[in-house]
């Protein structure tokens, strides 16, 4: 028997007092942006196929759901991200020639949730700098990220720092065979040990060493003079330390993980996941993603990061019911101006109807207007 309530597995609505405590958050980290300069972009939920899944962010093809549109006949898909999409409006719709910064607040959707206790449809909030290639950038967007999750109030957070364009400085002077880098790259991100040890089987030894010590090398600021002294000496190298050193001074809570790899064929720099307490499911990611524009007409310097709103009230107390104010249902013009008033002083005034009277408890309220002494007065429920 089908029943018509039943929601889609990994789908869920958000009751209160949970809903009133998202949008009280995303006005928050809204405004928070703000204040950093970033503007606010609102992207569609649905485009055609090929300008959400082009270039790096073909990666994202699993996880979207296609349609066919029935005006043109083109395949459209259902964002499963924004941030291809600010790449997209920076590149084609506003063509600045310096640093461009924006944000967004809005639900995406998965095909396939990222694991056993994921939503299918998360709320990202997000923020994207494009136009600058300096550290200067990625500073200033870990400095964001680490206000956004401490304007949250989470508790017990901590950021892991990884580096994909040390994996490629390796990977490309090691010689790994084009078909094998991927395989690589997942198994240096699992910390698979015997997987890592059977694809680097036929690299020379000095390869095999380095990326088999990868995932050893994670810690605090001394885990890079450790990387400095061990691994190849190679530009590449060089710059992805130069980089996690110059972000590790960002603020505290941060640590260094040389195998906390994502993104393959999407981010180039330096990356990072924030994770609150015990979980194992990242609150935050974000990192460097150079040129993901260049499909769009113009291929930008680019660092970002997104927040999952659903996945942060997940991690947050269970929020108290906003108390309220109960009004009787009368046409007194006096008790008309008092309500008017408080609402206006932003207290939550609820209108009691006939018959109503045995449910006031599911009102939330903890007072009511009472007329007395010839003026309508606050008292205790």
């Known amino acids: 028997m089908n029943h018509a309530w039943l929601l889609p ?79 997209r409006i920076d590149a084609h719709l506003l063509n600045r020639q310096g640093a461009t910064r924006l944000c967004y607040a809005g639900p995406v959707l998965h095909a396939k949730p990222d694991g056993l206790m994921s939503s299918r449809e998360p709320y990202q909030v997000g923020v994207e700098l494009f136009g600058h290639a300096g550290i200067e950038a990625d500073r200033e967007i870990l400095q964001l990220l680490l206000a956004a999750l401490a304007a949250t109030g989470l508790d017990q957070v901590r950021i892991s720092l990884g580096h994909v ?22 198994a240096l991100r699992a910390k698979d040990v015997p997987a890592l040890a059977q694809l680097t089987e036929g690299l020379d030894p000095v390869w095999r060493v380095a990326f088999a010590r990868l995932p050893e090398l994670y810690g605090d600021a001394a885990v890079i003079a450790v990387a400095r002294n061990e691994l190849p000496d190679l530009p590449g190298v060089t710059q992805a330390l130069d980089d996690l050193d110059a972000l590790l001074a960002t603020g ?18 330096a990356v990072f996941a924030a994770y609150v307490g015990g979980q194992a499911q990242s609150v935050a990611l974000g990192g460097r993603y150079d040129n993901a524009g260049a499909v769009f007409g113009r291929g930008r310097p680019a660092t970002g990061f997104s927040l999952d ?36 002083a932003g207290e939550r005034v609820v209108v009691e109807f006939p018959g109503q009277s045995a449910h006031r408890a599911e009102s939330g309220c903890d007072r009511q207007l009472v007329f007395q002494a010839g003026e309508w007065t606050i008292l205790p429920v």
């Open 9 to 87: 597995e990994y789908i869920e609505d958000i009751l209160p007092p949970y809903a009133r405590q998202a949008e009280s958050l995303r006005r928050r980290l809204l405004d928070l942006f703000d204040g950093y300069g970033y503007e606010l972009v609102c992207p569609p939920m649905i485009e055609y196929l090929d300008s959400l899944l082009t270039g790096a962010a073909g990666e994202l093809d699993l996880k979207t759901f296609k349609v066919v549109d029935g005006l043109s006949g083109r395949l459209m898909g259902v964002r499963a991200d924004i941030t291809p999409q600010a790449a």
């Open 165 to 186: 364009g040390l994996f490629r400085a390796l990977s490309a002077a090691a010689g790994v065979p084009p078909e094998n880098e991927h395989a690589l790259f997942l």
């Open 252 to 269: 505290a809570n941060l640590a260094v993980d040389l195998s906390d790899l994502r993104g393959f064929g999407y981010h180039n720099g």
């Open 309 to 344: 709103l659903r996945r942060i009230l997940g991690s947050l107390p269970e929020p108290a019911a906003r108390p309220g104010i109960l009004a009787p249902l009368s046409e007194d013009a006096g008790l008309a101006a008092r309500i008017a008033g408080l609402r206006a």
